[in-house]
C-alpha cells in the first residue's frame, strides 16, 4: 500500500485536519495489506456514507468526525435461559466436559431450539467442536466459526493400490510441487477457477476487498489439521458408487476458505456482538437475525466461502491429477462449519448451524478421517432427525496442540509413520496420531446417524509445517 497524502484526502473529500490523521493512521495500522485502489473505494465510500461506518470497529472514529455523531447504541440486551434446551449426546464416554459445558450454554441461548453434540466432540471456541445448533431465522457467525465451510473432499482414482509401489516418488513429488500450506503464501503459477469471477463478490465492500486475496490462496490449503493425501480405498458391496467392491487408488484432501471465510467471520462477529449483547461467557456467540441488512450480508458471504472452499479443493484435486495423468471414478465432498437453512419434519424451517459436524440426510454421502496413520471412513447418512441429521467431521481430538506438542516427540511420530507405512510430508506433532481419538470407536458411537460404504488408509500425506 503507498501512502496517502492530506492533499489526495482533500481531493476525496477529507477537508477537516482531524479526520485526514485520523484517515492516515487508521488506514496504515488497519488495512496496510490492501490495495491503493480498494483503499480509495473504500474512503470515498466513506466520505459520501459517513453514518453507515460509525458503528465500524476501526473507522466509527472517522465517521464520527465527518457527521459530528457519536457511535449508534442500537442494540438489545439478552440472558441466558435459567436451563438449557434439549440436545442429543453421541458417544458420551468420547467427549471432554468441556464440550459438554460449552453445548449447554449454547443451548441456553434464548434463541437456541434444538442442538445436539457428535462423538468426536471437544473444547472449541464459542459453540463446541462437533457442536449442532438449530435456531429460527437467526444465525450466529461464532457458531460457524472461523473456517467457513471447511470440508473434506475424496477422489476415487481408476487405478488399484499397486500404483502406490509403482509411482511413489512421482506421487511425492507432486504433492510437494502441486500443493501449498500455510497461512500466507500461494502456488508458484496462479491457478483459475470461475468462484473468481462471481458476482457476488460485489455484492458487499468487504467482499469486494476480499476478491484480490481469495484468488492469491485458491487451491491452497491452511495449516493445522489440514491435509491433502494419497492413499488406498476399499469400496464395500453395495455402495453409493455403484463401483465394483474392490480396492482403489484415492485422493483426500481437508481445508476451507482460508483468508476469505476468517476475515467474513471475524467482521460479521463483531457487527453481531455490537447489536445483540450478551453475558461474557457467551458474548462471542451473539447473533444477527438473517431479516436485517447485516445478517442478509453475512449470508451471502458464508455462502460465498463454501462455494469458494469447495473451489479450492476441485482446483487441488484437477491439478494434482491432471500432473499424474490419473482419471476419476467418483467423488465425494462435504463440509462443516457452515450454517443450511433446512425443512424439519413439522414444516418448520430451521437454521442448522454444523461447527466441526457434517450433514447426513438420509442417503447423504460423506468422509470422516481418523488421523494421518489410521483410517478414513466412507459413509452415507441415515437422516437421525434427533442428530439434526448430522455426523462427525472426523475422529476428534483427544488432547490439544499445545498438550500434544508438550507431550510427544519427533522421533516418536517418525516411528508410527513407520509402523503405518506412511510418508509424511511436512506435518508435527501437534497433529501426531496418538493426540486424536479411536477413529473406529467414533464410528461405533454414531451408528444409528451413518452406514459405512468403505474405509480409506493414508499412505502418503502433505501438511503444514507448523
Known amino acids: 500500500m503507498r501512502n496517502l497524502k492530506t492533499k489526495e484526502l482533500s481531493k476525496m473529500g477529507y477537508t477537516n485536519d482531524k479526520a485526514r490523521s485520523l484517515v492516515i493512521n487508521i488506514i496504515a495500522k488497519h488495512f496496510k495489506h490492501h490495495s491503493a485502489t480498494s483503499i480509495t473505494e473504500l474512503l470515498t465510500h466513506i466520505i459520501n456514507n459517513p453514518e453507515n461506518y460509525l458503528d465500524h470497529e476501526h473507522l466509527g472514529k472517522i465517521a464520527e468526525t465527518l457527521t459530528g455523531k457519536t457511535k449508534s447504541h442500537d442494540f438489545e440486551a439478552y440472558s441466558l435461559l435459567t436451563a438449557p434446551g434439549p440436545y442429543k449426546v453421541y458417544g458420551n464416554k468420547e467427549i471432554d466436559t468441556g464440550a459438554k459445558k460449552q453445548m449447554e450454554l449454547a443451548m441456553s441461548l ?59 516418488h512421482q506421487l511425492k513429488l507432486a504433492l510437494k510441487n502441486q500443493t501449498h500450506f500455510g497461512m500466507e503464501g500461494s502456488l508458484d503459477i496462479l491457478p483459475y477457477h470461475e468462484i473468481l469471477d462471481s458476482p457476488v463478490f460485489k455484492e458487499t465492500e468487504l467482499l469486494r476487498r476480499l476478491q484480490g486475496k481469495a484468488a492469491r490462496q485458491l487451491g491452497t490449503s491452511g495449516s493445522g489439521n489440514h491435509f491433502v493425501e494419497f492413499g488406498e480405498i476399499e469400496l464395500f458391496e453395495n455402495n453409493s458408487m455403484k463401483l465394483p467392491a474392490k480396492k482403489y487408488m484415492a485422493l483426500l484432501s481437508h481445508s476451507g476458505s482460508r483468508g476469505l471465510g476468517a476475515n467474513i467471520a471475524g467482521h460479521y462477529t463483531q457487527i453481531a456482538m455490537e447489536k445483540c449483547r450478551l ?74 448451524h454444523r461447527k466441526g459436524a457434517t450433514p447426513a440426510h438420509q442417503g447423504e454421502m460423506g468422509i470422516i478421517p481418523g488421523s494421518m496413520t489410521t483410517a478414513a471412513y466412507l459413509v452415507s447418512g441415515k437422516g437421525a432427525a434427533s442428530s439434526l441429521n448430522s455426523a462427525s467431521h472426523g475422529a476428534g481430538r483427544a488432547m490439544s496442540r499445545t498438550k500434544a506438542k508438550q507431550n510427544m516427540t519427533a522421533s516418536a511420530l517418525k516411528k508410527v509413520l513407520s509402523n503405518a507405512g506412511v510418508t509424511l510430508i511436512g506435518g508435527s506433532v501437534e497433529e501426531s496420531p496418538m493426540a486424536y481419538k479411536d477413529i473406529d470407536r467414533i464410528i461405533n458411537a454414531q451408528k444409528d446417524l451413518i452406514e459405512v460404504e468403505g474405509q480409506f488408509l493414508p499412505r502418503i500425506v502433505r501438511m503444514n509445517k507448523d
Not at 123 to 149: F, H, Q, R, S, W
Not at 287 to 294: G, K, N, Q, V
Not at 329 to 337: I, Q
Open 279 to 352: 453475558p461474557r461467557e457467551v458474548h462471542k456467540l451473539a447473533w444477527l437475525d438473517l431479516d436485517t441488512e447485516a445478517g442478509q450480508e453475512y449470508w451471502i458471504g458464508m455462502n460465498l466461502a463454501g462455494e469458494y472452499a469447495k473451489a479450492c479443493h476441485d482446483t487441488i484435486h484437477q491439478t494434482l491429477l491432471k500432473s499424474l495423468g490419473l482419471q476419476v471414478l467418483a467423488n465425494v465432498e462435504n463440509h462443516h462449519n457452515f450454517a443450511w437453512k433446512e425443512q424439519q419434519q413439522d414444516g418448520k424451517e430451521l437454521i442448522i
Open 110 to 168: 434464548p434463541v437456541s431450539i434444538q442442538g445436539a453434540l457428535m462423538p468426536d466432540a471437544h473444547t472449541g471456541y464459542g459453540l463446541p467442536i462437533g457442536g449442532v445448533l438449530a435456531t429460527e431465522n437467526v444465525i450466529i457467525p461464532y457458531a460457524i466459526g472461523v473456517d467457513i465451510g471447511c470440508r473434506m473432499s475424496l477422489s476415487i482414482i481408476d487405478e488399484s493400490a499397486s500404483f502406490f509401489n509403482r509411482y511413489s
